[in-house]
């Protein structure tokens, strides 16, 4: 066996350069290359992420309630090795001596916020400050604070019975409210002044926080020791919120996956091939290795040694590129990822090696097996033919390990189950219509003399083997044109979501005697019609299950809402579940947000008790809707029926697209000073650059794969040009023109480029449909340009390289094809 | 001790076909002496190559012993007779065998490659030089011809000091000159390197250099 080894590492090089291991090599290279620069991407955007939505929070973990926590949680944390800061938050007047302004105040301790930046500058814009707390008896406030109060630095304004001095701007803190929506202003100040305000007293409304950040470990052990927490105290985790951050990046991850998961599947069935002809190209070797000498365990040294040194350069390779590749698609995707990224973990790497080992040694153990248990006697036969029929259990066991690995690897195991079952299907099929080809045309009679009709009695002899590779051939194009669908109609989906008629202005604060006025204001302006939306300033108090007591609704908890009230179902809104409330019913019914629903253990036929405008009512749960929050127009969490919205108090939203906003929008703040403007502009370019890089970004993964494809096409076309040209030798030998040799190998490869490209397009629309619907949430119509172009290409690329691979052996004198063999 | 270097008792074989149980050679008997090349004649189809196979302990028989070198190879596994071969036999192919890829030298070394043996390029070289090919060590297995490359494979097969040489019609695909001048190679070999020649072919004047010629019909010996 070291004797193998050591020849194995031997020869090496020289067999990687013959070409005998070179596309298992090239096809290694390429599968490591696309697996690892996925995974040091995702990698990266995933902790990328986790700091976006920590500093959502401005922690890691946040415990929130609506009564003052108990302090032990902060010494539970100290003794779990967590940092920790508290807030409360409560609305109150910031008075001057001449005006006041309601505001939302911060009480924060010294060591806020624990992620994300807080940025406090003077009043010349120098930043002044980008953690911690006033000092007790400072103030900061937002520049809205400052300009409604007509304050300047170092003023004095006081909350009840509290004097401050205005110390610093806020320009930004990290966690604001999601939402872009934000009523009032906000001022920060030191939690130790909080009592000598006197402002909080029982009943009022105050939310106090922990928060909580360190490693991924201690925040674990800790929130593990929280359970048996008060109901009254909710945990927020950065975790949770980041897997819920931009369905966007979800869906272009969900490609990336894909796509490495299909370059991962031809790369095997690309090394498939090559495997076979390599260990075909190896037979005589090991044959003759055998006659000499040679023992099992030599042959299996020989072997292993040399498929582990691909396994080695290759994936280091692969690792290089991958990691190359990860940097360009990082830079591409600026737009998404704007937080400084940690480096990449050892993740990838390892992850590199072990898929590089699989692909190989699954696609190689049974020509090992074939090769180590050569019978020496062949030499004399002259036999070098591999049967691989007796060593079908072990394909069946390396299928199914490698969808084992693949499935850990991805840990999506219905993505995967979906894969093996259009695989075993497609397999299958194409299968039966190989069978169905060559049993068709061996019932025809051949005369011999024309090219075609020799193209067509090849494929006949050649049997199994033309099967394969209409197999292989309709594999590999299937994943392509899934993939490639799948490419276009994601980045067409992104584009279509900021399409121009995205609105760029939020209006609200709109007040009924407004809406005329206004309408007729733009429609003077720019022809513009607004659409208003009632805006019900509520608080949901409780809920209840009919015929059921002591239902837990552990996560609703009293909360401010805004409420609309609405005929038809909004444009961007979709029912999910329950109905819609028909014309004329005067039923006091509810719509809610599906999540926001399922977070708050809702369901349809629940009674929800709200208070606004001073009533308190209560209302049906009939419908649950998903929302569209892309749309850029007024949403919301829960939607009354007219019976129970139309007599309530309230003011109008509306979002409006305007060309040449600036200019249109200062000449309104004029006329209409009381409604409040948001300008959208700079969100929707940030969105809009966002889905541009990562529409490149997935233009690169396709190339990847695409690559691969070809490969592996090549791999089958190249997998039994030995035995074409030791035929094309005896064809010339025996007179055949090379205009019949070239029309007979024309017609084999276009026969069964045809059929396997029929097929491959025919699969790749139901496959297609499934990954859309299940997996991106986009709804599928087939791509005909696409299917036509891939079809086109399937056939044309089939027919080019076939011909190329044998043109040489059709043009070279006969008598070097003879020497050669 | 008796000088036999190679003694078959009783040698029969089978193997299936789709016409049923086919007998390929039947109860054959034959010992070779040290030093006394034999050859084995018959027409096609007779059984030349299975007796050469079996003999050389690259296949098995159905029933009857090999006594081969003073192992009794058919009661050994594969890996063990892979000794011996390695070690003590060699053999020349009528189709030659070289590794299309591989330099002329490349291919005399791989027997010495398999056993481990240090000094495998010197005594590949040397081998060449018994052929008489040094000057073609660089060149590519195809780029010989049919006879250089006939006797690159001798060479091969000489390069372990085998004690017994299996020879399956070595000048079965070569013209008249070339055909000649590789017998004269072979039976030089007897004396070059003290080894024996077992030699199959078709050519009755070939086989009558050997000190004994057993002829086959029908897979028995006549
Ligand atoms: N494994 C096998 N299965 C079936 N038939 C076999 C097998 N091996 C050999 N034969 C048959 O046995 C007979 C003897 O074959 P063998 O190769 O030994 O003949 P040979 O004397 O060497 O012929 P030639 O001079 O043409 O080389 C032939 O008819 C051959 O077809
Ligand atoms: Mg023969």
């Given amino acids: 066996m070291i004797r193998g080894i050591l020849y194995g590492l031997k020869k090496f090089w020289s067999e990687v350069f013959s070409g005998d291991l070179l596309i298992l090599f090239l096809s290694i290279v390429l599968a490591v290359t696309s697996i690892s620069s996925v995974g040091f991407l995702g990698d990266r955007l995933k902790s990328s992420m986790q700091m976006q939505a920590s500093s959502i929070l401005g922690a890691d973990l946040v415990l929130r309630s609506a009564s003052k926590i108990d302090s032990k949680y902060l010494d539970l944390a100290a003794a779990n090795d967590l940092d920790s800061a508290e807030m409360s938050t409560f609305l109150s007047m910031v008075i001057t001596e001449d005006d006041n302004l309601l505001t939302s105040i911060k009480a924060v301790t010294a060591s806020y916020p624990l992620r994300g930046e807080l940025k406090i500058v003077n009043s010349q814009g120098t930043k002044i400050k980008h953690f911690g707390s006033p000092e007790p008896g400072n103030i900061w406030i937002e520049r809205k604070v400052l300009e409604t109060l007509e304050l300047m630095e170092l003023d004095k304004v006081s909350i009840g019975n509290k004097n401050f001095i205005v110390e610093g701007i806020i320009e930004d803190y990290p966690d604001r409210n999601s939402s872009f929506v934000g009523f009032y202003p906000i001022a920060i100040v030191n939690i130790n002044d909080v009592d000598a305000m006197g402002v909080i007293q029982t009943g009022s409304r105050v939310v106090y926080r922990n928060l909580f950040s360190g490693t991924q470990d201690n925040l674990e052990r800790f929130e593990k020791s929280l359970e048996g927490m008060p109901a009254n105290i909710r945990v927020q985790n950065a975790l949770d919120i980041g897997d819920n951050l931009g369905e966007d990046i979800a869906n272009s991850t969900t490609f990336f996956n894909l796509a490495s998961l299909f370059t991962i599947i031809i790369s095997v069935i690309a090394s498939m091939m090559a495997v076979r002809r390599y260990a075909s190209r190896n037979l005589l070797h090991t044959s003759l290795m055998k006659v000499f000498g040679a023992s099992k365990l030599f042959i299996l040294g020989h072997q292993i040694m040399q498929l582990t040194l691909v396994a080695i350069f290759a994936s280091s390779l692969g690792l290089i590129f991958g990691y190359g590749l990860q940097h360009l698609l990082l830079s591409t995707l600026q737009g998404i990822i704007n937080a400084d990224l940690p480096p990449p973990s050892s993740r990838p790497v390892i992850l590199g090696f072990i898929t590089a080992a699989f692909v190989i040694f699954a696609t190689a153990s049974p020509y090992i097996k074939i090769l180590s248990e050569t019978e020496p006697i062949r030499i004399l036969r002259n036999d070098f033919n591999i049967k691989l029929s007796s060593n079908l259990m072990i394909y069946l066991v390396a299928f199914f390990t490698m969808f084992g690995f693949l499935g850990a690897l991805f840990q999506d195991i219905k993505l995967i189950i979906y894969i093996v079952i259009s695989l075993i299907l497609v397999t299958f099929s194409l299968y039966l219509i190989g069978r169905l080809l060559i049993y068709g045309l061996s019932s025809m009679k051949f005369s011999y003399g024309t090219g075609w009709k020799l193209g067509l009695k090849n494929i006949v002899q050649r049997g199994n083997d033309s099967i394969l590779q209409v197999i292989i051939f309709g594999l590999s194009l299937l994943f392509l044109v899934v993939l490639a669908e799948t490419r276009t109609d994601l980045v067409d989906s992104w584009t279509e979501t900021l399409d121009e008629d995205t609105p760029n202005y939020f209006l609200f604060n709109i007040q009924q005697y407004n809406l005329d006025p206004i309408s007729n204001y733009f429609k003077d302006q720019g022809n513009v019609v607004p659409d208003f939306t009632p805006l019900i300033r509520g608080r949901l108090l409780s809920a209840a299950r009919p015929g059921s007591e002591d239902i837990n609704f552990d996560n609703l908890m009293e909360r401010e809402a805004n409420l609309t009230w609405q005929n038809q179902l909004p444009l961007s809104n979709s029912l999910v579940e329950g109905e819609w409330w028909t014309n004329g019913n005067e039923v006091a019914e509810v719509s809610i947000d599906r999540e926001i629903a399922e977070s708050m253990n809702l369901m349809i036929g629940d009674e929800l008790i709200f208070s606004a405008g001073g009533k308190t009512f209560s209302v049906t749960v009939s419908s649950f809707r998903e929302i569209e929050w892309q749309s850029f127009s007024p949403n919301f969490f829960f939607i009354l029926s007219p019976a129970a919205g139309r007599e309530l108090p309230n003011s109008y939203i509306t979002s409006i697209k305007l060309e040449n906003s600036q200019k249109f929008m200062n000449n309104f703040t004029n006329r209409f000073p009381t409604i409040t403007s948001v300008n959208l502009e700079a969100i929707i370019e940030q969105g809009k650059s966002s889905l541009a890089s990562a529409s490149l970004a997935v233009q690169y993964i396709f190339f990847l794969t695409f690559i691969a494809g070809i490969l592996a096409l090549i791999a089958s076309v190249y997998s039994n040009r030995d035995q074409r040209t030791k035929e094309t030798a005896i064809m010339h030998a025996i007179g055949a023109s090379r205009a019949l040799i070239f029309k007979s190998a024309a017609s084999e490869f276009l026969i069964l480029g045809l059929l396997s490209a029929t097929t491959a397009i025919i699969f790749s629309i139901a496959l297609s449909s499934v990954i859309f619907i299940q997996f991106l949430d986009l709804i599928y119509s087939p791509n005909l340009l696409i299917l036509g172009l891939s079809y086109l290409f399937g056939i044309g690329f089939i027919f080019i390289a076939g011909v190329i691979s044998i043109r040489k052996s059709i043009y070279a004198s006969p008598m070097i094809t003879l020497r050669d063999s | ?222």
């Fill in chain 2, 1 to 222: 001790m008796s000088n036999l270097i190679l003694e078959v008792k009783n040698i029969t074989k089978e193997v299936n076909s789709p016409e049923g149980l086919l007998t390929i050679v039947k109860d054959i008997n034959l010992s070779v002496e040290q030093g006394k090349p034999v050859s084995l004649v018959g027409p096609s189809g007779s059984g030349k190559t299975t007796l050469l196979a079996i003999m050389a302990g690259l296949d098995l028989p159905t029933t009857g012993t090999v006594r081969l070198l003073g192992s009794q190879i058919t009661s050994l596994d594969e890996d063990k007779r892979a000794q011996i071969r390695g070690k003590d036999v060699g053999f020349v192919f009528q189709s030659f065998h070289l590794m299309p890829r591989l330099t002329a030298l490349d291919n005399v070394m791989l027997p010495l490659e398999i056993s481990g043996d240090p000094q495998s390029t010197d005594k590949a070289y040397e081998a060449l030089k018994q052929v008489g090919l040094s000057k073609r060590a660089k060149h590519f297995a195809t780029q010989l011809s049919g006879g250089e490359k006939q006797r690159v494979a001798i060479a091969r097969s000489i390069v372990n000091k085998p004690k017994i040489l299996f020879a399956d019609e070595p000048t079965g695909n070569l013209d008249k000159k070339s055909s000649s001048s590789i017998t004269d190679l072979i039976f030089s070999l007897n004396e070059l390197i003290q080894t024996t020649l077992v030699l199959v072919t078709h050519d009755l004047s070939l086989a009558e250099k050997c000190d004994e010629v057993y002829e086959l019909s029908e897979g028995q010996l006549l």
